[in-house]
T-cell receptor, first 110, second 116 residues
Framework: RKEVEQDPGPFNVPEGATVAFNCTYSNSASQSFFWYRQDCRKEPKLLMSVYSSGNEDGRFTAQLNRASQYISLLIRDSKLSDSATYLCVVNIGGYQKVTFGTGTKLQVIP | GAGVSQSPSNKVTEKGKDVELRCDPISGHTALYWYRQSLGQGLEFLIYFQGNSAPDKSGLPSDRFSAERTGGSVSTLTIQRTQQEDSAVYLC??????????????FGPGTRLTVT
């Protein structure tokens, strides 16, 4: 089993739709979780950190389910500018190194 | 404040030549990471530095790859005898390394390496 797994997509959604991505991780000792977005031919940028059961930032909500070992990202009222690849990132239990998922591609359609 | 910077932004080299890629992390960040990303692929971890500790080199694909970090700040990734499969974008990231936001990584714009 991969350390971090994501559905590669692509997810094609109309503007204004709500879309959710899931990410599963294998190491139960993982403590820190992040979502990054990466635009085409650009570097990844930190979107949200998830340190407890979840948090919300505007249209974006991240949730953590430790029992089932997954985190989710919910995007409400999708905008064209949300089109990107969303990377799930997990800290490997107490160690500085993190593992990046391969990403979920989102395309918001007019 | 200033973000992570990398140079050069693009590098074209002939097979067999050595290249050096540079990374300037965010001031005050003690952790520094190198990744590479081939076209359409995910991030591949290469090496990680934390303060004065021995670096984690577990991701380096061969002994042609090496990296150093001088004075706990600037880092150089060196690829010797480049091969065509080394063509990729090389990304550097830094993080605070301490506290609740220790693992939040901030990336530079990358160096696009093309080996001909």
């Amino acid at each position: 089993r991969k350390e971090v797994e994501q559905d590669p997509g692509p997810f094609n959604v109309p503007e204004g739709a709500t879309v959710a991505f899931n990410c599963t991780y294998s190491n139960s000792a993982s403590q820190s979780f992040f979502w990054y977005r990466q635009d085409c031919r650009k570097e990844p940028k930190l979107l949200m950190s998830v340190y407890s059961s979840g948090n919300e930032d505007g249209r974006f909500t991240a949730q953590l389910n430790r029992a089932s070992q997954y985190i989710s990202l919910l995007i409400r009222d999708s905008k064209l500018s949300d089109s990107a690849t969303y990377l799930c990132v997990v800290n490997i239990g107490g160690y500085q190194k993190v593992t990046f998922g391969t990403g979920t591609k989102l395309q918001v359609i007019p | 404040g200033a973000g992570v910077s990398q140079s050069p932004s693009n590098k074209v080299t002939e097979k067999g030549k050595d290249v050096e890629l540079r990374c300037d992390p965010i001031s005050g960040h003690t952790a520094l990471y190198w990744y590479r990303q081939s076209l359409g692929q995910g991030l591949e971890f290469l090496i990680y530095f934390q303060g004065n500790s021995a670096p984690d080199k577990s991701g380096l694909p061969s002994d042609r790859f090496s990296a150093e970090r001088t004075g706990g700040s600037v880092s150089t990734l060196t690829i010797q005898r480049t091969q065509q499969e080394d063509s990729a974008v090389y990304l550097c990231a830094s993080s605070l390394g301490l506290g609740t936001r220790a693992y939040e990584q901030y990336f530079g714009p990358g160096t696009r390496l093309t080996v001909t």
